[in-house]
């Protein structure tokens, strides 16, 4: 069976208040339900201590090497976060930067430990951003090993200038739940055949 892990880049360390990112990648988990595809729980980054850096360990109170394990034992990514300042979560930047470890992780066919892995992403915000910050993940992820589907991304954004959360949405719009389940069905597919047939390197 795959198995999907996603990490939630919200800015709210507090994993106990549930934020819109939780819930778009509540849909995503659904869709990959469907797909009978394994969804781990959650990892909230900014509840864990995860410094600054660009190794896969930091040393004395680092976090990361077991939310990186936890990461790359998933045949799935789900990279959930807000959109701050029409960009991807500082926290979000952080986890990207923490990847840059596995360009020096290669194994003797020269891939990295991402290889062969798929990476889709949830993208909640309140103005203009999807595109921009699905380019942003996307091209980071693509650089340290990720393998990116088609209609990889689902997102939600709000009016301009506008105080509504996607969490006081009374009920999923059609289309968002239409492109959760496109996500989940062409991440499986690939997933699937990845698994099969690694990447030679």
């Known amino acids: 069976m795959l198995r999907a892990q996603p990490i939630n880049c919200t800015l709210k360390s507090n994993a106990s208040s549930e934020s819109s990112t939780d819930m778009m990648i509540g849909l995503l988990a659904m869709a990959f339900d ?3 595809v394994a969804v781990a729980e959650t990892i909230r980054i900014a509840a864990h ?9 930091e040393g004395a109170g680092d976090d990361w090497p077991t939310i990186r394990e936890r990461i790359l034992g998933a045949d799935i990514l789900i990279f959930g976060t807000p959109i701050w300042m029409g960009q991807a979560s500082s926290v979000a930047k952080r986890v990207m930067e923490r990847m840059d470890a596995f360009l020096d992780e290669i194994d003797e066919a020269g891939r990295m430990p991402s290889y062969s892995k798929v990476a889709v992403a949830a993208i909640v915000g309140n103005e203009d951003g999807a595109h921009a910050t699905s380019a942003q993940i996307f091209q980071s992820l ?13 997102y939600w954004v709000g009016e301009a200038m506008h105080g509504t959360d996607y969490r006081d949405l ?5 289309k968002v739940a239409k492109t959760a389940e496109m996500v989940a069905a062409n991440a499986s597919h690939l997933a699937g055949l990845l698994k099969a047939k690694p990447f030679p390197g």
Do not use: H, R
């Open 34 to 36: 469907k797909c009978d």
């Open 142 to 154: 693509n650089d340290v090993g990720w393998t990116i589907p088609a209609v990889a991304a689902c």
């Open 49 to 57: 201590n995860v410094p600054p850096g660009v190794t896969s360990d």
């Open 170 to 174: 009374k009920q999923t719009p059609e």
